[in-house]
C-alpha cells in the first residue's frame, strides 16, 4: 500500500511541476499568476492531504462497506427464512383444506349413513305400529264379535219363546250388528 502512495504523490508532483511549467513558459499578468498558484497550491494540499489521510480514508470506506454487507447478507438470510416460513405456511394451510375437505366428506357419508339407518328404523317401527294396529283391531273386531254372539245368547235364553227358529235368530243377529 505504501509504494502504491507513494507511486500516487509522484504523479501528482510530477502533473504539479508540468503544470507549472507550461505556466511559466506563458507571458502572464499579476492577476493570472495568482490564481494559477492558488490552483497549484490547492492540488498540492490535496495531495499531501490524501498521502496522510488517504490510508485512514479507505480504512473508514473499507469498514463501512463490510458494514454495508454484513447488513445485506443478514437481510438476504432474513428474507430467505421469510420465503422459508411462507412456503411452510401455505403448505400447513393446503394440508388444512384438504383435512377439512375430508372432515366434510366423512360428515356427509356419516349423515348419509345415518340418514338411511334411521330411515330402515322408522320403516320398522312403523311396519310394527301397523302389525300392532291390525292385531289389536283385529282382537277388537273379535271382541266385538263375542260381545254380540253373548248378546244374542242372552237375549234367547232370556226370551219367552224358546224355540229357536232360524229366522228368529237370523233378525237378533242382524239387529246385533246393525247397532
Known amino acids: 500500500m505504501s509504494s502504491l502512495r507513494l507511486v500516487l504523490l509522484q504523479r501528482v508532483l510530477v502533473g504539479v511541476m508540468i503544470l507549472s511549467a507550461m505556466v511559466a513558459g506563458t507571458p502572464m499578468q499579476v492577476g493570472q499568476t495568482d ?7 490547492f492540488l498540492l494540499f490535496l495531495g499531501i492531504l490524501w498521502y496522510f489521510t488517504g490510508s485512514m480514508l479507505k480504512k473508514a470506506l473499507l469498514k463501512r462497506r463490510s458494514k454495508i454487507s454484513d447488513k445485506l447478507s443478514s437481510l438476504q438470510d432474513q428474507r430467505q427464512s421469510i420465503k422459508e416460513e411462507k412456503e411452510q405456511a401455505l403448505s400447513a394451510l393446503e394440508q388444512a383444506k384438504q383435512q377439512a375437505s375430508q372432515i366434510v366428506s366423512n360428515a356427509k357419508q356419516e349423515a348419509y349413513l345415518l340418514t338411511q339407518k334411521y330411515d330402515q328404523q322408522s320403516k320398522v317401527m312403523i311396519e ?49 250388528v246393525v247397532q
Open 35 to 41: 490564481i494559477v498558484m492558488r490552483v497549484l497550491n
Open 128 to 176: 310394527k305400529l301397523i302389525k300392532n294396529y291390525r292385531s289389536m283391531q283385529e282382537k277388537e273386531e273379535e271382541k266385538m264379535q263375542e260381545e254380540a254372539i253373548a248378546e244374542v245368547l242372552d237375549t234367547l235364553f232370556n226370551a219367552s219363546e224358546t224355540a229357536l227358529d232360524m229366522p228368529v235368530y237370523m233378525r237378533l243377529i242382524h239387529q246385533k
